[in-house]
């Protein structure tokens, strides 16, 4: 382990939640930041941009510090589908995507603000949907109200018999961190999980 401070540069509690998956201490912070794409930018590239903008970004507070930053799309067909925000959205929403797949593009940096390296890449991660109903599009946002989730569903609940399959390296990249990679950012900076006895 280095003598690093990691730090999550987000305010969502979904990767707060995945983050704590790897059992190392970190702050957060929420970056401020114009999330807004450039002109004929691709979402692999507005992701990854993004996620490097947010971990520098947070680096003005942290000069010494193993940042982290992360930005999700996701889309469907050609089009960037964002948070629904309300439930005729959602519905809209899901109805766009039965029977189809909807890829979602996670933006991963790791920025070591002490020497300026920075490590980022785009990760995919393609849920592919059942046909579904109006009747079960209906029940299942009464049932669980995933407005503020791009796509318009949770997967770690009820959303799951939404799907037909999953495709992809790492499901965690789906909830909006891709531990997976990350983990083999934070080895190439010298942090080595379980590397020590159980005491």
Do not use: W
């Amino acid at each position: 382990m280095t003598d690093h401070r990691l730090v999550l540069a987000s305010s969502s509690p979904y990767r707060r939640q995945l983050l704590e998956k790897l059992g190392l201490p970190f702050e957060t912070v929420s970056p401020d930041i114009d999330e807004s794409a450039q002109p004929g930018e691709t979402p692999e590239a507005l992701v990854a941009r993004l996620a490097e903008l947010k971990a520098k970004a947070a680096a003005n507070g942290y000069p010494d510090a193993l940042i982290v930053g992360s930005d999700q799309v996701a889309v469907l067909g050609n089009n960037i589908i964002g948070k629904p925000g309300s439930h005729e959205n959602a519905v809209r929403q899901l109805q766009a995507a039965s029977g189809k797949k909807i890829v979602f593009y996670t933006g991963l940096c790791l920025l070591n603000s002490r020497t300026g390296k920075t490590q980022t890449e785009a990760i995919p991660y393609t849920v592919v949907f059942r046909r579904l109903s109006n009747q079960q599009i209906e029940n299942y946002l009464r049932k669980e109200r995933p407005y503020n989730c791009a796509g318009s569903f949770r997967s770690e609940g009820v959303g799951i018999v939404l799907f037909e399959r999953f495709e992809g390296e790492d499901p965690n990249a789906l909830i909006g961190l891709p531990l997976i990679r990350l983990v083999d950012m934070l080895q190439s900076e010298g942090v080595v999980l379980l590397d020590r006895k159980a005491g």
